[in-house]
């Protein structure tokens, strides 16, 4: 006589009841906060830029299965967390109140994207199938993390755009990719990776599990442990498929431009901690300081332009004739116009209605100023202050700290020197997107980044921003030369060599014969574009998908 046993089957559909529940609260909250503190380690100074991957991973790993209200409150937990470790320099001068000011605000971005995040875990899967949980769903995550950094760059008061995570990558092989799809671009890719993995991660867990099964009595042996194999097995194709995407993404090529031939440019770094609004300065050290190092310059023949960083000229050249004088000397020493940087105004010094300007300006001896750019993007709350009244009533003593309010310029930020035409980025302009593809939209062939970082001793962020200028010429297919008061001065190629520079707070200079270059990369002509849709992309997703029902989580029974 032959017996059967009754066994329960369940079938689960993959790993529902995970994005369902997800985490535990308190482990989804240590989750996310330790990735948003491991991530600015992946930023320069530092630059450990495979724990971008890691602190991305963790952070979505616990909003993942969350409820948007709790989802909202790690994304404010995550994003204060993030920016109070990456942008921690901003209290060196000014205290802790602009800081935390800024963080929160940075903050609030983060909660307002993560609800979204949450919605794509929750809704996405509803019908779960492979082409949901590995297509739709990581390109949803990737599109609101990349609208969320888009939105944050530009609103309010023009944004503020440091801390993206591409500008983690300018020292891994996936740098590359910024030629192609920007900066946006690189951020969703390596979103995309992060949340992609995390799924195939689950779906091993998922497949791993033991499973509610009990086999009929006499089931071929050699059956379970084809089963059991195919399964021992699975991970490792998934982990298979994890390193062949991050693959495929470090070899890809460079988009290629077109040199056209190559200019000379010396670089001087003045190293005058002075140049900063809080350290004193005797009038004309700063001006003198880039004339002696200019003068002492070792390298100086054949050149076609002569770099000085922000704020190298104290004196202005128009009010002082021995300013003037000094200009015209070292230009005609070295033989080559200088592009040198002070403060300009349209009337008189402190009378009402007088605008000044953060200008660079190109002097040739004799001549003088030929032209000029002047700052089109200056920093809110440190070379102006938007809405003053209204923050004068809340932080007074600190508003009165900026008593001279910078406007943005309207001139172009290409300036033609030598018959070479440069794209000029005065500081914090490195990190707009718009000012860049200005300038090669303009025609520029070469980029120049004169900036001023003595406000921030040594600190993060002269890496981050040379980092960034750095991202910028594999993303233009342009040489970037980037000049500094204190430090870091460096000279980048297209494809993101360094081929000279500066220690910071060490005076000096060097010339970098750097290639002039011509066309567009496709981050250029279509960057704005694939912003725009990547950025959309996940909100298409999420609006599209029905909300999930419980029966679409309940696991299926079935009696054998």
């Avoid at 790993?61 to 995550?78: E, I, M, N, T, Y």
């Avoid at 980029?447 to 233009?476: H, K, Y």
Wanted: glycine share 8%.
């Amino acid at each position: 006589m032959t017996h059967t046993a009754a066994v329960q089957v369940t079938v689960l559909p993959p790993h529902a009841g995970e994005r369902m529940t997800g985490l535990p609260r308190h482990t989804a909250m240590t989750a996310s906060l330790a990735g948003a503190l491991m991530l600015p380690l992946a930023f320069p100074d530092r630059g450990w830029w495979p724990l971008a991957f890691v602190g991305v991973a963790l952070i979505l790993w616990g909003v993942r299965g969350q409820k948007p209200g709790f989802a909202s409150l790690l994304g404010f937990a995550s994003g204060f967390a993030f920016y109070l470790a990456h942008v921690f320099w901003t209290s060196l001068f000014l205290g802790p109140v602009p800081w935390i000011a800024l963080c929160t605000l940075m903050g609030f971005w983060w909660a307002a994207a993560f609800p979204l995040i949450a919605l794509a875990y929750r809704r996405l899967p509803s019908r779960p199938g492979p082409l949901r949980a590995y297509g739709a769903l990581p390109l949803a995550v990737a599109s609101i993390w990349t609208l969320r950094e888009a939105l944050s760059s530009t609103v309010p008061y023009g944004g503020f755009a440091w801390g993206r995570l591409a500008q983690s990558q300018s020292d891994s092989p996936f740098v590359e990719l910024v030629s192609w799809f920007g900066l946006s671009g690189l951020s969703f890719a390596m979103v995309w990776v992060c949340a992609f993995a995390i799924e195939l991660l689950a779906g091993a867990l998922s497949a791993a599990r033991p499973l509610e099964v009990g086999g009929r009595r006499g089931e071929p042996r050699a059956a379970r442990s084809r089963g059991a194999e195919s399964r021992a097995v699975e991970p490792l194709v998934r982990v298979g498929i994890i390193a062949l995407t991050l693959s495929l993404l470090a070899t890809w090529p460079l988009w290629p431009t077109q040199s056209t031939g190559s200019v000379r440019i010396l670089a001087v770094q003045g190293d005058t901690p002075g140049a900063s609004y809080f350290i004193p300065s005797e009038r004309g050290e700063i001006l003198m300081a880039h004339a002696d190092e200019t003068f002492a310059a070792q390298d100086r023949e054949r050149i076609d332009l002569i770099l000085w960083p922000e704020g190298s000229v104290d004196v202005s050249p128009w009010y002082s004739e021995t300013a003037a004088e000094v200009l015209d000397q070292v230009s005609e020493y070295i033989g080559a116009p200088l592009l040198a940087n002070t403060v300009t105004m349209d009337g008189e010094f402190d009378a009402p209605g007088t605008h000044y300007f953060n200008t660079q300006f190109l002097w040739e001896p004799g001549a003088g100023a030929v032209s000029g750019y002047d700052k089109a993007h200056p920093i809110p709350f440190g070379e102006y202050v938007p809405d003053r009244e209204f923050f004068m009533a809340l932080a007074p003593d600190l508003i009165r700290l900026i008593q001279r309010e910078y406007t943005p310029g309207t001139r172009s930020n290409v300036i033609e020197a030598s018959g070479t035409k440069f794209g000029v980025f005065i500081c914090y302009d490195i990190v707009d997107d718009a000012l860049i593809r200005a300038a090669i939209d303009d025609s520029a062939e070469v980029l120049l980044a004169p900036t001023n970082n003595a406000d921030f001793g040594m600190t993060d962020e002269s890496g981050q921003q040379i980092a960034t200028a750095r991202l910028r010429a594999v993303e233009t297919g342009r040489s970037v030369v980037q000049a500094s008061t204190v430090g870091w001065s460096a000279a980048y190629l297209p494809s993101g060599e360094e081929i000279a520079a500066l220690d910071w707070y060490e005076p000096g200079s060097f010339t970098a014969e750097v290639p002039t270059a011509s066309g567009t990369t496709l981050a250029m002509s279509a960057g704005r574009h694939f912003e725009i849709f990547l950025a959309g992309l996940g909100l298409a997703f999420v609006l599209a998908s029905p909300r999930a029902t419980p029966r679409e989580e309940r696991p299926r029974r079935y009696v054998w």
